[in-house]
């Protein structure tokens, strides 16, 4: 049996409203599935910010002493313009705006979304699952439910009857005027709230993505997928369910709706509902309906590190929202960049120590050896190394609460009273639940070039070489000259910083 280590591990379930103690239904394995991307077009921010939220999740769980097997799903079907029964298929709607097969849009988006993953240092699953392998089973899904009769047929398929389930929409709690007029009126639904488990296609319609089923040719609905793919690789009842809070109104209301009736219990399927809140920005929350919005590629477009947002991420609570903004993505990454000049500087000092190659394999790992890991990384710690370790544990046994866990880690990468060796040890162990990549970031890797940058960095150097020779010759209207120059080129010169002598202004 798996022993968690540290204080208990508290998280908000979001069905219950309430912060209880973790406990995984297999002491030896803790079992996640998050709502994956629908692979129509990039991933904007605020997706990105719910897997920074799972990857901590994860990581914490992993940190605890808990092995995780973590199940993204890939939605490349089924997924409507809207939470409504009604209007075009993301993926379709996709295929058709940009002549391409839906096939190729869906493999072109997956695997940016994976590019994505990378770049902020997440994890990659236990497992990926794709909708459309998993086509058969949904339609044995579906027919289950309605052999125990929580479905109806109409011409337009088959439907939930959401009458059929105790406490429907109790995950949602009050739905207010904006929630309900997501839903759409589809002729015929015996309940408002009834969704689509088989969308027919229309008489005369072709899609790229269509299945023959019991209620015609057609699609399946988007709620079922994720009943159907947690259910098959996770069991009827595992430990936690992740997504954004957007999914908390309808989708997972339908995805509880259909494990009751698939299973004939009132249990909801995970244990744990937990849910991240939105990014936003002054204009609202971000989303790619909007048109517009801000992705990765694009931050990084400016000059800015990915891990930059992912430190922004993790500097607010996963339940509360954050504010995007140039100026907090410019601050996060100053944030970062004094981090790894403070590991840096310590490295220098302690070299390269045995326990190294420990860190880069635990980002290989399933989870299972982080307890061997953090056992030999915090081996002999004095006690104010090891009462800094409590505290960030307690912070993160405190429903991830990263945001007090982040000062812990620059504590220890800076506390001159802990010995040099102490002080990497303590970071590497942290950064094991936190993944900012410390030990293998310098801070010369967060020099990002700007994609409208002009000059090249063998002009940069040479003209850097050039200032150097006129202050040294005490010339220090020609070594102005070449900063100013410099400046106008987006590029600032750092006096008095090391190794670090220059980098890319912001175009925020």
Known sequence: MTQPTGAPLMLFDSLTRSTRT????????????????????????????????????????NWKGWPVNHV???????????????????????????????????????????????????????????ATDHIQDMIAFA?????????????SGLYFDTSKVPDYGRLAGARGDEVVGRIAEVEGKRNPADFALWRRSADGEQRQMEWLSPWGPGAPGWHLECSVMSMKYLGAQFDIHTGGIDHREIHHCNEIAQNQAFTGSEKSGANFWMHNNFLVDRGGKMSKSKGGFATLASVIAKGVHPLAY???????????????????????????????????????QVGDPDWLPLVAESEKSKGAAFAYQRSVIEAGLSAPAAKLIDQFDEA?????????????????????????E?????????DLALGLNLLATRRIDLRQRPDDATASEDEIEAAIAERQAARAAKDFAESDRIRDELAAKGVQVMDGAGDMRWDWMLSL
């Open 22 to 61: 973790f406990a995984p239904i297999d002491p030896d394995m803790a079992r996640v599935y998050s709502c994956g991307p629908t692979v129509y077009d990039f991933a904007h921010l605020g997706n990105l910010r719910a897997y920074v939220f799972t990857d901590t999740l994860r990581r914490v769980l």
């Open 72 to 130: 993204i799903n890939i939605t490349d079907v089924g997924h409507l313009t809207s939470d409504a029964d009604a209007g075009d298929d993301k993926m379709e709607a996709a295929a058709a705006r940009q002549n391409r097969t839906i096939w190729d849009i869906a493999a072109f988006y997956t695997d940016a979304f994976k590019a994505d993953l990378a770049a902020l240092n997440i994890r990659t699953p236990t497992i990926w699952s794709v």
């Open 143 to 155: 027919r289950e439910i309605e052999a125990h009769g929580a479905s109806y047929e109409l011409d």
């Open 310 to 348: 992912r430190l922004l991420c993790l500097s607010a609570h996963y339940r509360s929202e954050l504010e995007f903004s140039p100026e907090a993505l410019a601050a996060a990454l100053t944030r970062l960049g004094r981090l790894v000049l403070a590991v840096e500087q310590v490295r220098a």
């Open 396 to 420: 993160l046994s405190a429903d991830l609460m990263v945001p007090q866990a982040l000062p812990l880690i620059e504590q220890a990468a800076t506390a001159k009273a802990i010995p040099a």
């Open 422 to 430: 102490e002080r990497l040890r303590l970071v590497a162990t942290m």
